[in-house]
């Protein structure tokens, strides 16, 4: 009874204290009522209540007990009681009220207190942080982001780091249109604070700050030349452009390639796609046979989109490349290897482009005779051994192509069968699998017949237009974008071009389209989806590559 007794008491002293300091006209004369509330944050848990109430209310008037008011609230904000605790965080915010200079200290408290595990906690904490970003969100940001910004930190906590992170993707960025005032001056600081962050990233992480920055007016569909370029060296620094490339490094393999294809939307916006088609054709093309098989197909993707943004000087440097990795899988007669249609789609899509950009650069490549009045024409020299090499080798993959529709047509005509027959969900899903797949090598057949019938000619014309509509492109057209892919989300990995190996001989094993021509011809489907950027716990997608500018 008497701890009870001595509790009311405590509580009814602090109701005084509060009340003469409402009452108080000048209430920095009321020192003790202030260091009166500051001691009962050590009393009862009615008393911390009420104390985590006072202690901010009256914080202002009291500069010279600063230190001890705030470090008191802050062992408020780490009792046992919760509700004590939810309190004391509730009022972290009326500190900055007033006083705007304490923002960035109670934001960095608020920012370590996001690992709490009560939900009431947390969401108190949230509630928090976003009125202090509403007060001074350019403070607000920076106290945020410098527990993001730890690369040198040996003691980084990983679990705050990553609460931080989704707070700001799930509280803040959703927010931007109202938090982001002024307008360009605050994308801009946010920007910068990104772009600081980025030196240790994830894979997802820093699609996810790709993903915001596009979304930003700063960087938007109106955005000057020079605002689109600043992104696309954003993506060039992630993709190490300046490194000395390591067929062995499957980490930078895997953001080479994932970066890449983040960039494309930036080179449809008159962003230099140089710096990437020069580092392919010095570093990667020519150790193309060691790249793991699994990433082969995306590259050549990505390479084959990239290439109607290539300049003129660019397309004529990566051309010879192109052109002998296009022989390799395009050979003159029968090698017992398989044809793989979509690496010969990818590259005869790339080779065109190229060439319309650098058409006479083929005279010397293929044995064409095209005019332009340059020196480079090369006229007067003799490369008509390499016309009748070229044109044999599209001889060739053209009769593969024909033979290979066939079969495939045949097969649709069973899979309709099938389909007709088929009872469980199981088996429709099965053959509605194959279909897709037949369907797409199709589509790539196509393609190929479209790009090399122009090429027997002496002097072709070269497709620089959009009239080939790549298979995986056309195939993915219906489908649900995956939250996998990188930067626009365009390209799902679906199961008409990113279907397993097992899907895909699931396909080849039906009725008749068992046999080696429809094997060759969807070969190439079984590779198709992009990989994106990919989290495996380490490298690109874990943190910590042990590169000093990352």
Request: hydrophobic share 35%.
């Amino acid at each position: 009874m008497a701890d009870a007794s001595e509790d009311a008491k405590d509580i009814e002293k602090l109701y005084e204290y509060g009340e003469r300091l409402n009452e108080a006209k000048d209430k920095s004369q009321n020192v003790e009522d202030y260091r009166g509330i500051i001691a009962a944050a050590k009393g009862s848990i009615k008393a911390k209540q009420l104390a985590a109430q006072l202690i901010p209310r009256f914080f202002k008037f009291f500069p010279d007990l600063s230190d001890a008011a705030v470090d008191s609230h802050l062992d408020l904000c780490e009792e046992e009681e919760l509700g004590v605790r939810v309190q004391a965080i509730r009022g972290l915010p009326l500190f900055c009220k007033d006083t705007p200079e304490y923002v960035s200290k109670i934001v960095d408290i608020l920012a370590q207190l996001l690992t709490a595990e009560e939900n009431v906690e947390r969401d108190a904490v949230h509630k928090a942080l976003l009125s202090l970003l509403r007060q001074d969100v350019k403070a607000s940001l920076t106290g945020l982001f410098k527990h993001i910004m730890t690369v040198d930190d040996p003691s980084t906590d990983e679990n705050l780091r990553e609460k931080v992170l989704n707070f700001i993707r799930d509280k803040v960025f959703p927010l931007k249109a109202e938090l982001l005032k002024p307008q360009e001056q605050m994308e801009r600081h946010i920007a910068n604070l990104i772009k600081k962050s980025l030196e240790d990233v994830t894979g997802a992480e820093f699609k996810m700050f790709m993903d915001f920055l596009r979304s930003l007016t700063l960087f938007g569909e109106k955005a000057p030349p020079e605002r689109v370029q600043e992104l696309i060296e954003i993506i060039e620094g992630q993709a190490d452009l300046d490194a000395q490339f390591n067929v062995s490094d499957g980490d930078h393999i895997d953001r080479l390639i994932s970066c890449l294809y983040m960039a494309l939307p930036f080179f449809v916006r008159g962003a230099s796609n140089s710096k990437f088609l020069n580092y392919l054709n010095k570093h990667i093309i020519p150790v193309f046979d060691k790249l793991p098989e699994e990433r082969k197909l995306d590259l050549l993707k990505n390479l084959a989109e990239s290439s109607p943004y290539s300049a003129p000087q660019d397309s004529r440097q990566i051309l010879p490349s192109v052109v002998q990795l296009l022989k390799k899988y395009m050979p003159r007669r029968k090698t017992g290897e398989e044809t793989n249609f979509t690496y010969v789609e990818c590259l005869l899509y790339t080779f065109h482009h190229l060439a319309y950009k650098a058409p006479n650069a083929t005279n010397s490549l293929c044995g064409y005779k095209i005019v332009t009045g340059q020196p480079s024409d090369r006229l007067g020299e003799d490369f008509s051994e390499y016309y009748k090499d070229f044109t044999e080798r599209l001889t060739h993959v053209e009769e593969l192509a024909r033979a290979t529709m066939k079969k495939l047509t045949q097969g649709m005509a069973e899979h309709n069968k099938a389909m007709a027959a088929a009872k469980s969900d199981e088996a429709k899903d099965n053959i509605k699998t194959q279909k897709q797949n037949t369907t797409t090598g199709l589509r790539t057949c196509n393609n190929i017949l479209a790009m090399t019938q122009p090429l027997h000619s002496k002097s072709p014309s070269f497709i620089g237009d959009k009239r080939i509509n790549l298979s995986w492109k056309e195939a993915t057209k219906p489908s649900v974008p995956s939250t996998a892919m990188a930067a626009g989300g365009k390209r799902p990995a679906s199961t008409t071009n990113g279907a397993s190996n097992a899907a895909a001989k699931k396909g080849r094993g039906a009725g008749g389209l068992q046999n080696q021509l429809v094997n060759r011809a969807l070969e190439g489907l079984s590779h198709g989806g992009r990989s994106g950027i990919r989290g495996r716990g380490r490298g690109w997608g874990g943190r910590g590559r042990g590169r000093s500018h990352w």
